[in-house]
């Protein structure tokens, strides 16, 4: 650990003279107070035997003072450099052999012996790798993965290994994950009763293990190396530069995407870059009938809201009618946030297992093909003014503009849930409707068997409101009866 040195002060110091950060340089101004201070200190200190002692006794005194400088001196600036030197060629080298490794690596799951690992990248090689399982060993485990996992330290002592595995609410070997944000492993792409479950084993079962071969020694400038092992032949399938030691590895702190490991999976850490190798052995084509999670997938729209959006097009004006609406907590978190709260994330499950779609927002879900949908617009997904809802099996497309209420028409557009475009049409405002809000705007659009229903809430209702109505809050709803659509949901 780096002490602290006068010098190493008066080199930061410098910048005191320098155009200050700070607007008034306040900063700046303590900054070289301190520093001429040290700065008298060390010239005083070097004085001192010039009048204190006379002749030889001078050097006599003189050496120790410069010699306890000299020692500051090399620690603080010599030492510092040499290994960020160090460091840094550790760095490039890793740099060039990742350009030698392999793109992916197909397995089921692999064991993390040096454990630089975090709960994050775990649901992650789950949900985005699909991996089966993951195996750490315990005894090389370091405090932020125990703040992360609850692990079971006693378990682990006749057997090290912890075998990570995806399961359900109520398996006995279900642990808590301790880490913020709380429930992650029940929220997107996983399944709301997901649990991760740990095994203690004797031995692991993965075919594949990610180990610190060799430690580095920052003393001596040896690098070490980072290497995937295959267990069943004892051969090295890769490996990397590193300059971490046992009690310095770092966590990796994120996955890319398998198409741009090459390009992005950096060497910081180095083991990044091997675990970043790792995909699950399922094929893109498979149904999942029994994971605990969903796949992600986009379908892009066939055609440019925007084109169909102009005067040239002769589109179809449908009448609304309005009516006030009072939503409970409940019924506000479901229409008008469900991706932000668990709640929603539940409700569009249950809703799906029922009737094999449901939405989620924006998305579709669809079940049991297990897929969460959303709509990806013409623009490289640059969106605005447009906004998507998922509705009965499609998607919507509205301009997004807050005065719904003022314009004579507001464009919508209808496609499904591969991204055809179907029909489009100009909802007129309703006619003499008294409006509490100031403005409309749909912020959820859904379907009942008689009605399209466009909806928004505007205002939270008073302590003497809510007493009487049992709501919270107030909006307005456009409603469409579906005979007047041009095409079907």
């Not at 849930?417 to 405002?429: C, I, N, Q, T």
């Not at 912020?443 to 505007?458: D, K, P």
Request: proline content about 6%; some cysteine.
């Amino acid at each position: 650990m780096r002490t602290f040195s006068p010098l190493l002060l008066l080199f930061v110091a410098t910048d005191a003279f320098a155009p200050p950060i700070d607007p008034g340089g306040v900063v700046g101004l303590i900054i070289g107070a301190i520093a001429v201070f040290w700065l008298l200190v060390i010239l005083g200190s070097l004085a001192i035997p010039f009048i204190v002692a006379k002749g030889r006794w001078r050097l006599v005194l003189l050496l120790p003072i410069a010699g306890f400088w000299g020692y500051q001196y090399r620690e603080q600036f010599q030492k510092p450099a040499a290994m960020e030197t160090w460091r840094l060629a550790g760095l490039e080298q890793c740099r060039s052999e990742k350009n030698a490794l392999p793109n992916l690596i197909s397995a089921d799951g692999f064991l993390d012996e040096g454990v630089g690992i975090s709960d994050e990248v775990i649901l992650e090689l789950f949900s985005k790798r699909h991996l089966d399982f993951v195996e750490i060993y315990f005894p090389n485990t370091r405090i932020f993965l125990r703040n992360q996992i609850e692990l079971d330290a006693a378990k682990a002592l006749d057997k090290p290994y912890v075998h990570l595995t995806l399961g359900k609410k109520g398996d006995p070997n279900c642990v808590r994950l301790l880490g913020s944000p709380k429930g992650k492993e029940r929220r997107v792409p996983f399944l709301p009763d997901t649990c991760l479950a740990a095994r203690y084993l004797e031995e692991p079962k993965a075919r594949y293990v990610v180990r610190l071969e060799h430690a580095a020694d920052p003393e001596s400038k040896k690098f070490g190396r980072w290497a995937i092992i295959d267990r069943s032949t004892s051969t090295e399938i890769s490996s990397v530069t590193t300059t971490e030691t046992r009690s310095t590895i770092n966590v990796i702190g994120r996955l890319y995407k398998p198409e741009d490991v090459r390009e992005l999976a950096d060497c910081r850490p180095p083991q990044a870059v091997l675990v970043n190798r790792f995909i699950g052995t399922k094929l893109k084509t498979e149904m999942l009938t029994d994971e605990q999670w969903v796949r992600v997938e986009s379908s892009k729209a066939n055609v440019d809201v925007s084109i169909i959006d102009t005067p040239a097009n002769r589109l179809p004006l449908i009448f609304s009618e309005a009516e006030h609406a009072f939503y409970d907590q409940k019924e506000k978190t479901l229409l008008f946030n469900p991706d932000i709260y668990d709640d929603g994330w539940e409700a569009a499950m249950e809703n799906a297992l029922q009737q094999n779609v449901a939405s989620y927002g924006s998305k579709l879900l669809l079940m049991p093909e297990r897929k969460l949908i959303s709509l990806e617009l013409e623009g490289g997904g640059r969106r605005y003014p447009w906004k998507v809802f998922a509705v009965k099996g499609g998607f919507f497309v509205v301009r997004t503009s807050p005065s719904w209420h003022e314009a004579g028409k507001n464009f919508i557009a209808r496609f499904d849930r591969s991204g055809d475009f179907l029909w489009a049409a100009y909802v007129e405002k309703p006619q003499s409707f008294d409006s509490k809000c100031r403005s409309f705007e749909p912020r959820s659009i859904y379907a009942t068997t008689e009605h399209l229903v466009f909806a928004n809430v505007c205002k939270d209702l008073s302590s003497e409101e809510k007493s009487s109505t049992g709501k919270v809050s107030m909006g307005e709803k456009w409603k469409i009866p579906l005979q007047s659509l041009p095409g079907q949901l």
